[in-house]
């Protein structure tokens, strides 16, 4: 089946500097990806709708000035956590539609753990 | 708005056993249900989906019947197996809302021999 990959797949950083999630589609294209952010005991919680050639769709409450989204092309989407800060710590998972009579299916990367100290 | 709730976890059983793990969702218009699992250290995978109402969807021995009329779609395997250990996420998709997935809290399941 279709695979996504994340990287990191963990990353500590120190209070105030900024992350790059690398989220790829390796056997096809996606020209959506959705970032989504969990909770340890919660549900995955959508922050983003990220569009390859046009800006991100951010969910209510999701500040997109300090979640950067750049769909750069048919296989990456990046989440760029900027002036990290403690409260950022969780772990962030992308996932992507399948194409043809699979649409109706995600599949999702393995998730990447942030630590901000 | 649109929810999904889950029994909590976690759910432990003996290999062998019947599982369920209730799912009930709150939505408006007519969505899709979905169950998720991820295993240890994986990405969350498709189990099983129903697209409408007494539409029943199963895989790998797990099922699960969409009732419109009880807005359930529990998932229920008959003998569980170590290997079935994981988180089980019950989702929801509204028809004409894109790929959006609104996801319950998972349920973890652990099977011991």
């Known amino acids: 089946g279709a695979v996504v990959s994340q990287h990191p797949s963990r990353v500590i950083c120190k209070s105030g500097t900024s992350v790059k999630i690398e989220c790829r589609s390796l056997?096809?294209?996606?020209?959506?990806m959705f970032w989504y952010r969990q909770f340890p005991k919660k549900s995955l919680m959508l922050m983003a709708t990220?569009?390859?050639?046009?800006?991100?769709?951010?969910e209510q409450g999701v500040e997109k000035d300090k979640f950067l989204i750049n769909h750069a092309s048919l296989t990456l989407s990046t989440l760029t956590v900027t002036s990290a800060h403690p409260e950022d710590s969780s772990f962030y998972i992308c996932?992507?539609?399948?194409?043809?009579?699979?649409?109706?299916?995600?599949?999702f990367g393995p998730g990447t753990r942030l630590t901000v100290l | 708005g649109n929810s999904v709730t889950q029994m909590e976890g976690p759910v432990t059983l003996s290999e062998e056993a019947f599982l369920t793990i209730n799912c009930t969702y709150t939505?408006?218009?007519?969505?899709?249900l979905f169950w998720y699992v991820q295993y240890p250290g994986e990405g969350l995978q498709l189990l099983l989906k129903?697209?409408?109402?007494?539409d029943k969807g199963s895989n790998k021995g797990f099922e699960a019947t969409y009732r419109k009329e009880t807005t359930s779609f529990h998932l229920e395997k008959g003998s569980v197996q170590v290997s079935d250990s994981a988180v089980y996420f019950c989702?929801?998709?509204?028809?004409?809302?894109?790929?959006?997935?609104?996801f319950g809290t998972g349920t973890q399941l652990k099977v011991e021999l």
């Open positions: 996932s992507a539609p399948g194409g043809g009579v699979s649409t109706d299916t995600q599949y």
């Open positions: 056997d096809f294209q996606a020209t959506t």
């Open positions: 990220s569009n390859e050639g046009s800006k991100a769709t951010y």
């Open positions: 939505a408006t218009g007519y969505p899709s």
């Open positions: 129903a697209t409408k109402a007494d």
């Open positions: 989702a929801l998709k509204l028809s004409g809302g894109g790929n959006k997935l609104t």
